[in-house]
């Protein structure tokens, strides 16, 4: 499974119903399971971002349908980066030579 840091911002219509945030947040751990992929954790945050969330997915093309279902529903934008264990690193700078 890949490892993906994605940051989540609230949208207006997200403010707005704003009570509704973990509700939201748990029902796009249902979408995204029902793809195979999972949010590792989430945390609501004070800053430049909303959320800073941990997702594990098989793949890019998995990934990006559940946070274009979730993001579907007006609530949220992502912002979405790939993350490497130390181990992965590893491999990556063995192929870099």
Do not use: C
Request: charged share 20%; hydrophobic share 45%.
């Amino acid at each position: 499974m890949a490892t993906y840091v994605v940051l989540i911002d609230w949208t207006d219509h997200g403010v707005h119903n704003f009570k509704d945030t973990v509700d939201r947040y748990e029902a796009a751990q249902e979408q995204m399971r029902a793809l195979g992929a999972q949010f590792k954790d989430a945390y609501w945050t004070l800053g430049a971002h909303d959320l800073v969330t941990i997702v594990e997915a098989p793949d890019d093309e998995t990934l990006a349908a559940g946070l274009l279902a979730a993001a579907g529903q007006g609530s949220i934008r992502t912002t979405t980066l790939r993350a490497f264990s130390a181990d992965q690193m590893r491999g990556v700078i063995s192929k870099a030579g």
